[in-house]
């Protein structure tokens, strides 16, 4: 018996070992211009980061496509924190990166912005949506905190974007009467959208009932805040939050027979795909997002066509705002003429004057006539969507 | 080599550890500053030296005092902000970065230094389990703390709230923490050379400590209360002491540790860095200051070397710190080691015989 399992431990100590080894087969292209991403892709926010990698890497292929300029992709685990981030960062340096995807989340993003802002290597970040990441941005008292990194661009809204179009959206369609909010204030992303969005709604003169919070550690249980929201009277709440605690929220309202109208911001983007979520309870969710799955344009049929063959599922948000990235970054490198033995701060230089240009629009996944102020934040419209039989539909 | 042996064991640790620090110190250096180490191992360095004082501190609650402490991340958060605080607020009063760290470093320490004893006071009455729980309490504390603390600073000074930004009433100034989104304007101000020299800075402390009549009053402690007590050892002075002392260091690791990233954010002191700093200690052996560090630096590397194997990368180090604990803790191989010691040391004489046998002959 003892032999047995002696011998089967070591039949899988080895087994792994193996497959460690044929998990690094890594597509290579030579004379490739090096572009280096970073993000969870492990731990609880790893959706995102997988996400993002895979939309990239369809990018690329079509890119590489066209013959012309090539692209290659690295993409390192950062597991959502700053430090494994820097560390990361590193790596790819060493690699030879050339242009910076940045990173997928936003309290990473800000470290490892600095830092290619002192190196000078371009970066464009697809879903650090933080305006700490740019720098440069006045909070509502005219604070600067950190001076504006000019080699930042982002594809995604930043937060206070969010909680304004958020407020404003709700104010247009006359969405409730009553609103309530649950936010994480242990999370960066949705205290700044709260934040903003609180703002906005005073000016508009939305009534805001109640606001609750919870924290990273309490995010299993919402029952006590749903009842102080239910007996608040509230009929629609605002979800600033990622997509896992939301999914808990609406099932645990259901459970207290509570149905208002439920209404999130990009983090909610990826709730249909929480495992063991009953998707039924999400009908009627909405949501504002600048892509949609469904959107019925050529080019997000393509993507979407070609995300499901090769995942196995439906692409969201954070792969549509990958590819939009490289689609930018090639469309930007060709206008340039940049070629692959340039340094990466040549490269740098002149994508900041491409990005920078008003002449410089691309159309993408997420919007149409993108353009880039000097302040780094993309210019586009947000869409509202609501969920209907398991599939976001255009509101 | 034959003059270290003689040595006592006191002066051998000593000699063991700082010479490694040293060492390390010497070959690393000047390879970090012509660039002829890599990125990644250059970009580590500055972490590594403040999770190695954070090891060694711990070691002096863990191995020396002998109480299981849950919460060593929370000095370390204490330290940072009240670093961070300090070193903006400086930022234009004195312009040598390398005073300014040092203050913050200082600094740092003190606020850490006065959490431990405030939480000392209470935590210090329970023994075992149960102060191994109140610690993992604390630390949690402090990191809801700090999660809903605002700072900032403009021409009228320091402001402080506890309820969001717009409370702290700033004119043109400049928000230092700003929440769970924590700090974000730091200025990067952490070299390699201030962290080794707060490492032997630490190593003095503890080492001289350790074998001081406190120190020897502390492992009295550790060893059996009852009959520390009955001598006219004043256990909670002395706990107090070891407890404080712990915290202070690390709340000055923690200060190195945010001046070496330009955010940090409360989130990043919880559970799971106390915990990572209790395996860094376990596996290097309680009560080992050599083993921490040693220990530290490596498992600290490993998953960054570990980086080829993507998604298998954290599965693999999860391996290897088994496989670590047991090749060092287990019997069979510790027996195992010593037979190849006996083994290779039997073979050693022999040589030795040999040449000297045709030597003589």
């Known amino acids: ?395 | 080599m034959e003059k270290i042996k003689n040595l006592n064991k006191f002066t051998r640790t000593n000699i063991r550890a700082y010479g490694l620090i040293i060492l390390a110190f010497i070959v690393l250096f000047p390879l970090q500053s012509t660039g002829i180490i890599s990125n990644s191992i250059s970009g580590q360095l500055v972490p590594i030296c403040t999770y190695i004082v954070m090891a060694i501190s711990l070691n002096l609650t863990v191995g020396f005092l002998g109480e299981l402490s849950l919460g060593h991340a929370g000095f370390m958060s204490v330290g940072a902000f009240t670093g961070v605080i300090t070193a903006i607020c400086l930022q234009e009063v004195i312009p040598s970065a390398a005073l300014r760290l040092l203050i913050a470093i200082i600094a740092g320490g003190i606020a850490a230094g006065v959490a431990g004893f405030l939480i000392g006071i209470p935590v210090l009455r329970l023994r075992g389990d149960y102060l191994a729980i109140v610690t993992l309490a604390f630390g949690e504390i402090i990191k809801n703390i700090i999660n809903c603390l605002y700072v900032g600073v403009d021409s009228n000074g320091l402001h402080m709230s506890m309820t969001n930004a717009e409370a702290l009433g700033m004119i043109n100034g400049k928000l230092i923490i700003n929440g769970p989104q924590g700090a974000v304007g730091i200025t990067k101000i952490a070299s390699f050379t201030a962290g080794i020299l707060l490492i032997l800075f630490a190593l003095f402390i503890i080492l001289n400590l350790v074998n001081s009549k406190s120190g020897r009053a502390v492992t009295a402690i550790r060893d059996n209360r009852i009959a520390a007590e009955s001598v006219g050892i004043s256990v909670t002075r002395y706990k107090l002491t070891a407890f404080i002392i712990s915290a202070v260091l690390a709340g000055m690791a923690g200060a190195l540790y945010a001046m070496n990233f330009s955010t940090i954010a409360a989130k990043k002191f919880d559970f799971n860095t106390s915990i990572l700093i209790l395996v860094f200690v376990v596996l290097g052996g309680m009560g080992n200051i050599v083993g921490s560090i040693v220990a530290t630096a490596l498992l600290y590397i490993l998953p960054e070397l570990l980086r080829e194997y993507a998604d298998y990368r954290m599965l693999i180090y999860a391996i290897v710190l088994i496989l670590v604990m047991l090749l060092t803790n287990s019997e069979k191989a510790k027996q195992m080691r010593e037979r190849f010691v006996y083994k290779w040391k039997k073979r050693l004489r022999k040589n030795n015989d040999q040449q000297e046998g045709l030597k003589n002959g």
């Open chain 1, 1 to 395: 018996m003892k032999k047995v399992s002696k011998i089967a431990s070591i039949i899988m100590a080895v087994a792994m070992v193996l497959a460690c080894f044929t998990s690094c087969g890594e597509s290579t292209t030579s004379n490739a211009i090096k572009i280096g991403a970073i993000g969870p892709l492990t731990g609880s926010a790893a959706i995102y980061g997988q996400a993002v990698e895979n939309g990239a890497l369809i990018a690329i292929e079509e890119v590489n496509a066209k013959g012309g300029l090539q692209f290659e992709l690295k993409c390192e685990d950062d597991e959502n924190d700053a430090e494994k981030a820097v560390n990361a960062y590193n790596k790819l340096k060493d690699w030879g990166m050339q242009i910076s995807l940045g990173t997928v989340t936003t309290q990473p993003c800000i470290a490892v912005s600095t830092e290619v802002n002192a190196d000078r290597i371009f970066a464009l970040t697809p879903s650090a949506s933080s305006t700490d990441v740019l720098g440069g941005q006045p909070d509502a008292d005219g604070n600067v905190t950190i001076p504006r990194k000019d080699n930042v661009f982002q594809m995604c809204f930043t937060d206070p974007n969010q909680g304004v179009a958020s407020a404003q959206y709700i104010k247009e369609q006359a969405l409730g009467e009553k609103i309530a909010v649950i936010y994480n204030n242990s999370d960066a992303y949705s205290t700044g959208i709260y934040q903003k969005f609180q703002a906005e709604a005073d000016k508009l003169g939305l009534n805001i009932v109640c606001v609750n919070t919870f924290s990273d550690d309490s995010a299993n249980d919402f029952t006590a805040q749903l009842n102080e929201i239910k007996q608040a009277g509230a009929d629609l709440v605002f979800l600033p939050i990622y997509y896992t605690p939301a999914s808990l929220i609406l099932s645990q309202a259901d459970k207290m027979q509570y149905e208002p109208k439920f209404f999130g911001v990009d983090g909610m983007d990826g709730i249909l795909t929480v495992e063991n979520f009953d998707t039924s309870l999400a009908e009627g969710v909405m949501l504002l997002t600048p892509f949609t799955a469904d959107a019925q344009d050529e080019m997000t049929k393509s993507f979407v066509a070609k995300y499901q063959e090769k995942y196995g599922e439906t692409p969201n948000q954070f792969a549509a705002d990958a590819y939009d990235c490289i689609i930018a970054l090639y469309d930007a490198c060709v206008n340039q003429n940049i070629e692959v033995s340039m340094s990466a701060s040549e490269i740098c230089k002149k994508l900041i004057a491409e990005f920078t240009n008003p002449n410089f629009k691309i159309d993408g996944l997420t919007g149409t006539g993108m353009t880039w102020s000097a302040t780094g934040e993309v210019s586009k419209s947000p869409k509202g969507m609501v969920i209907q039989n398991g599939v976001y539909v255009g509101m």
